[in-house]
Structure formats: structure tokens, C-alpha cells
Nanobody, 121 residues
Framework: VQLQASGGGLVQAGGSLKLSCRPSGRTFSSYTMGWFRQAPGKERELVAAISWESASIYYLDSVKARFSVSRDNPKNTLYLQIDSLEPEDTAVYYC???????????????WGQGTLVTVSS
């Protein structure tokens, strides 16, 4: 399974974006899915995760009020809605998948190419 994130771009502070992630080669409906980001000069961090049936969701505390993760298993798509964007949200955003383990554990097995989000002030 390979993952492809899309939906990034250049937006002004206060704007919104909706990122999407789709796998190629296989359905990911049985996987826990996560969104990570890596800002310039910083380590990659897990910002949101969702269990395979959407019953459990995790958010990094600092983004909890503005980020919303969801998935549409029949459409085989993962989403990340980001509202009230801040310059500090500038990063490459990646989606990732794993079959076992807690949502908040950043050890994910399957990764894809990211999508760049740039927020201007």
C-alpha cells in the first residue's frame, strides 16, 4: 500500500484547507490512519489519528481546536480539515497507516509522500 496526500497550498493566516489522503494498491479500511507534519528545522510530529471504524480519534493538544480528522472508508479516503490556519502550521503534511498499536503512538508502518502547507501572515 502506498499513500498519497494532497490538498496543500499557500493560504493566508485565518484561512482553511482540507487535506486528503488516498492509498494506491489496496484498501486501507482496516488500518489506523494518522496525519503527521514536519515543519522546517523541526521533527515530525503526529497531529491527528483515527481508528479504522472512526470510533477513536486523537489530536495533538495544540491543534485540537482547529484540526478535524475524518475518513470515508467506502471512498478509501482520509481527510484533515484545518481551520484558522496559523503561520506555525506551515509544514509538509504526511498521512500514514498502521495495523496495530495505539492511535497516539507515532510508530506508523506505511507512509506516503506529503503535501506542503504554507501559511502566510
Amino acid at each position: 500500500v502506498q499513500l498519497q496526500a494532497s490538498g496543500g497550498g499557500l493560504v493566508q493566516a485565518g484561512g482553511s484547507l482540507k487535506l486528503s489522503c488516498r492509498p494506491s494498491g489496496r484498501t486501507f479500511s482496516s488500518y489506523t490512519m494518522g496525519w503527521f507534519r514536519q515543519a522546517p528545522g523541526k521533527e515530525r510530529e503526529l497531529v491527528a489519528a483515527i481508528s479504522w471504524e472512526s470510533a477513536s480519534i486523537y489530536y495533538l493538544d495544540s491543534v485540537k481546536a482547529r484540526f478535524s480528522v475524518s475518513r470515508d472508508n467506502p471512498k478509501n479516503t482520509l481527510y484533515l480539515q484545518i481551520d484558522s490556519l496559523e503561520p506555525e502550521d506551515t509544514a509538509v503534511y504526511y498521512c500514514a497507516a498502521k495495523f496495530v498499536g495505539p492511535l497516539e503512538d507515532p510508530k506508523y508502518e506505511i507512509w506516503g509522500q506529503g503535501t506542503l502547507v504554507t501559511v502566510s501572515s
